[in-house]
Every structure is written in structure tokens, then in C-alpha cells.
DNA sequence: CTGAAAGCGCTTACAG
DNA sequence: CTGAAAGCGCTTACAG
């Protein structure tokens, strides 16, 4: 037995077609009595409409898709749950769409968008380097949100998009700086890859400054590089890179991971050391997930303000949709909120 | 400008709608030289198809959805990869769709189904319990992968469709034997809300019923219950049950958390309480998730056969999709992994 | 309030 | 190898 058609459904009830969409639709138009009868056979046979079909027809949604790069960052996923909000109490419909890694947001953005019909987008990471050629020929509403590149810092951010983000080489150097003013002098760094050019290049450049300010000489082997062949922020990771470390026997007081879920791998290999947390190694990381208040010790790390971030993406993608042609891009401050996992060696 | 369209391409090449169609198709019969330029057109023009025209005209396409109820669940998380691995390796595309966990899952598979001529549906966490008469409807080939309900574990699951599932009761029975062979005898867990008939009864159900055959007296007191009003499995919440259980000032030497991502908050409680894990409270988890290994000290749990699961279920829609009637309902065995928060008391 | 008709943007036999 | 035509399953002016 083939799905059933609306044909079907108006056969069955004796009208035309037009009648059983405006049904479904809840058309104001139909009479209540026709409705009810459409719907009870609707119901019956458990019809369910055709979404290409409508979506082909229709010239226009109410909806808005937000497109995560990296299902499995809880940072993201932490940040979801304000979007739903923000979105439907502005009126619209809501979906979320993940892609892989190596998918090229941009292009699956207009894909949806012309699927969809498409009100607006809002791109959850990712990152600014897109050609601009690519981004004028977006037909479609978009912010961009927490996404790390050279533009983000600059005045001249992509023109057809806005933005939303933090200044990360400005957070990296807030952690180093006060690691510093804790009177620690070496201090190691988990970073992205060698090859890295947005967040673990952002922030590792943020530390660099940091120490040269102060006085401190750089020291390529106080920095773990992120293995190219598994460029994810995560706990293994984090542990790998933490373990690759501490077997230099370099001497070190301190290390900045920038990212909390490394953080939580390089807390297991300080311990598998036998080093103790803070008062042999000190410990910050970045992004500010719940997560990190259940740690032992709980992690001093930078919070991002995300409910800011996401109130501001969706008052910037609402503006475009109204039909506003600036395009802005914040720049937020994160806070470094103190918890446990750093000595005062004051 | 609107957005162009297929009619857009062929005018400006100079061909049929219907070449340009074979172009971006690769479709074979098509002269090599017309394809190219067709496509440096379509280039040119960043043309991208609309996939609602595309999926109503299709009538049959070549992707296979994994439908996931709850995102931020890391257990399912994990299991990602593997079924991205085995659709594509069995030469299925492949998406991801993601749901709330107030979404009518059966319903949304249909539409979806529907709208991009699925060859096939996994669904991924959800319930066991759908009315056999929602099954019945289903139009395409479904595997629940991961469920749980009442159906699992009895002879007759749902007869439409194939399941691929752990013996919840029998599990949590392993692992409250376990604790009393290693010397416990007051056991507590943390469990599911109080309405809660999927994992969190069928788990207590086998710790009641292990206490029971080594002859110790089941003990309301130390069963905390997850809040109804925020039934997820997370930190916060297994902090807050643990923080509960501890004021009861109630004796126990042990633990049950029905899951690991609330073992960590249940670890935090338990050190903000100044106590030692194992030396005064052990704990063990329950999923087997990545994080496990990294908590300190590293967590007991049971582990799910999160491969066997995923291969299986493949298996299974493939078996499906290619004609067979036969349903299957495999419930897989995990493993208590033995790893350093249990006190051996003997 | 309801129906007949046009058309959304594609794919795919069919004919040449 | 290419084009004209039919049609996927809906929605929505338009007419009555």
C-alpha cells in the first residue's frame, strides 16, 4: 500500500482537494462541520501531509533553522535550550540541523534555506574566514554566532551576515594574565592544532601577548599542540596532550586548556602523575560549560555569556528579516570566573 | 533577486531544463562537453537545487535518517560515528535529525519519511510502548535502536518493526549483586522520577530484586528520585539527588546511579560532603560513556555494547529494506567494567 | 463556504 | 545525446 495523498483523503470525504487542505491548515474560511469530518478521516487513516510538497508550494515559512557545526560540543548544546526560547517567543518556528565536521556550512545553509523556505539562519560555529563572494550570494537572512576567525576582531566583519562573539585572543590573555598576577611565571598551554587558524590560534596569540607584557619569555615547550589526524576538543584529547607534557619534565605551575572537556583529560593525567590539583599544577579552562562546577576541584574557566549571545543573534537576525540593511558584529565580554583549581602562590 | 532556479541555468546555457538536470545528475547519456558547461554555469551562479522539488519528484531516494531523542545525550553521542560508518559503508546516505523530548518520535519519523523518500528509519532512545496500531501504519523500514519499555524484554515486541535493546532489569541486577559481593549491604540508588516507566523502573526493578535474592531488605530511604518537573539525566540533577540522599543522614556504604552522566554530579555532592570515594561511598554508573574514564577515580560502569548495538541495528533495517518480514527484537549483554570507585569490603 | 485550475521546481520516461 | 511533456503532492488566488 503506497502513503496516502490528500486525493485520497478527499475522495474519501466526498470534497475537493482544496477542502482538505484548507482542513489541515486550519483555514479560518472552512466550515467547522467540514473540518471536523476532513479531520476525523485524517485522523482514521493517519495521514500525514507531504512536506516537499508544501514547501515546493508555499512561498514562504515562519521558520528559522539553527545550524550547529559539531553536535557533540556541549558548549553548543548548552546553548540550545535559549534559542528554542528566544525563537518561538519571536514568533517562529524552530528546527535544529547538525552537520559533520567537514560539511560546508555555508552552502548547506542556502540548501535549507531553499528547502525550507527559509526565514532566517542562525550558523552555530564554524568560523568567519568564508569568502565574501560566497556570503553575497546568500539568499537568506543569517548571523553568524560564536564563530572564531581573523574577521571576528576586525572592523570590517563579512558585510551580508551579522555576528556574535567573543574576542578570543582577548579571554586568552585575561587567563594569563592572571595566572601571572597569581605569581605563576610557567605556564603551559593546550591549544588547538599546529595547523589551527581560528580559536587555538586566537587564543594561543592572546597568551603570547599576555607573557611578553610581563616580562615572560616564550617557550615553544611549555605548548601542546592538538594532533592534526583528531582535531576534537575532547577529553581524551585533552588527557593525550596533557600526558605529552608532563613526560618533557619542563617545569611548569600552571596550564591553560582552551577547552573545558580537554580540561577534564588533562585533570585525570595530572592525577595518573601523581600530581595534586591546584597545589602542584594549576588548571583554567574556556567556554564555562555546567560540567565544569562537578569537577574535583571545580575548574576556574571562562564562561561565556551565552544567554547574551543568543538574545543578541536572534535580535540581529530579526532585524534582518525586517528588512534592515546594517550588519553588525558584537564582540562580547566573557568573564573568568574563579573557582578552585588555581593556587595563589602570593 | 529571487533565487534561481533550474529553468534560470538552462536559459542561460542555452539547453532544456532537462540537460541541466542530467548535468548536475551526472547523469551517463549526457555529452561530456555540455556537462561542463552546464556546470561552470551553475558554479558561476552558486545554483543550488531545491531539494523539495527534488524529493517530490524522486521516488525513491538512497538515504537512511537516524532520528535521536535527546541531542545532548552522551551516550548516544557516541554511537554517532558507528552508524555513520555503517550506512555509509553498506552504501546508504545519511542524516542525522534531532527531536525534543516532547516530540511525538513515530510521527516525525512518518513525515520525514515521507518528505525525503527514506529507504529507511532508525530511531535512536524513545520507548518501547507505541501502540501497535502506530506501528502498524509505518510506511517505511524502522529499527528502535536503544529502547526502552515493556516490550523489550518480553517475547512479543512490536511487531512492525525490529529492536535492538539491553535487559535493563538484568543489568541493574549485575550490578547491585556486584556491590553485595563485594561486601555491601546498604545500597543506594538514584534513579528515574517517580513516574518514570522506561530505564529508571526497570533498573530499580532488578536492584529490588537482587537485594532481594541475597536476602537484604529493600529500603526506601535510600532511593532518591529524579524531580519530575526536570526529568534529565545530568549533572545538576544527580548532584541534587546525592545532596538529598546525604541529608537523610541515613547509613549507606554504596551507590546505584542509573546513569553516568549524573554519577558526576553524584561525585561532587558526595566530596562537597567531605566524604571519600571508594573509602566511604562507593558508586557505580551505568551507559559507558568516553568521560568515565577520565573522573577521578575512574568510574565502575556498565558498558553498552555500543558497536554490537549499532552493527545490529544496520543489520537489521538492511534486512528490512530489502524485503524480509521477519522482525527482530536482539537484547545485547554489557559489561560491569571494574574500574576504581568500588571498595572491595571483603 | 467550496471547487477547478494553476503552478511551485524539479526528474524521467519517451520520442527523435 | 537532447528536448518536450507529464507529473510528484501540495497551496492559493479566483470564481461562484
Do not use: W
Request: some cysteine.
Amino acid at each position: 500500500m503506497a502513503a496516502m495523498t490528500i486525493r485520497d483523503i478527499a475522495r474519501l470525504c466526498n470534497v475537493s482537494i482544496s477542502t482538505v487542505s484548507r482542513a489541515i491548515n486550519n483555514d479560518p474560511s472552512i466550515n467547522e462541520k467540514t473540518r471536523e469530518r476532513v479531520m476525523s478521516v485524517v485522523r482514521k487513516f493517519n495521514y500525514i501531509p507531504n512536506n516537499s510538497a508544501r514547501n515546493l508550494k508555499m512561498t514562504e515559512s515562519n521558520t528559522v533553522a539553527l545550524i550547529v557545526k559539531g553536535v557533540n560540543n556541549p558548549f553548543f548544546q548548552g546553548m540550545f535550550p535559549y534559542f528554542q526560547k528566544e525563537l518561538v517567543e519571536n514568533g517562529y518556528d524552530y528546527f535544529l540541523h547538525t552537520i559533520s565536521g567537514d560539511a560546508d556550512e555555508v552552502y548547506v545553509a542556502e540548501e535549507i534555506a531553499k528547502e525550507k523556505r527559509l526565514k532566517g539562519i542562525i550558523l552555530l560555529g564554524g568560523t568567519m574566514d568564508y569568502p565574501d563572494v560566497v556570503l553575497k550570494n546568500m539568499q537568506v537572512p543569517m548571523v553568524l554566532c560564536s564563530v572564531a576567525g581573523r574577521g571576528v576582531n576586525e572592523t570590517t566583519g563579512p558585510v551580508h551576515v551579522s555576528s556574535v562573539s567573543i574576542d578570543d585572543p582577548k579571554e586568552a590573555y585575561k587567563v594569563t594574565d592572571y595566572l601571572i598576577h597569581k605569581g605563576h611565571r610557567k605556564i603551559a598551554m593546550l591549544t588547538g592544532t599546529r595547523e589551527d587558524n581560528t580559536v587555538g590560534l586566537l587564543r594561543l596569540s592572546g597568551y603570547r601577548r599576555a607573557l611578553e607584557d610581563n616580562g615572560i619569555p616564550y617557550d615553544e615547550d611549555l605548548i601542546a599542540y592538538m594532533d592534526a589526524q583528531n582535531p576534537e576538543y575532547t577529553e581524551a584529547n585533552g588527557y593525550a596532550m596533557m600526558t605529552r607534557l608532563l613526560k618533557r619534565k619542563k617545569e611548569f605551575t600552571a596550564v591553560f586548556v582552551i577547552a573545558d572537556r580537554m580540561a577534564i583529560g588533562a585533570y585525570k593525567a595530572i592525577y595518573d602523575a601523581g600530581l595534586k590539583i591546584p597545589q602542584d599544577i594549576s588548571v583554567v579552562g574556556f567556554d564555562g560549560i555546567e560540567l565544569t562546577r562537578y569537577m574535583e576541584p571545580s575548574l576556574t574557566t571562562v564562561i561565556q555569556p551565552v544567554q547574551k549571545m543568543v538574545d543578541s543573534s536572534v535580535r540581529l537576525l530579526m532585524a534582518q528579516i525586517g528588512g534592515s540593511q546594517e550588519r553588525e558584529h558584537l564582540v562580547y565580554e566573557a568573564e573568568l570566573h574563579e573557582r578552585d583549581s588555581v593556587l595563589d602562590k602570593n
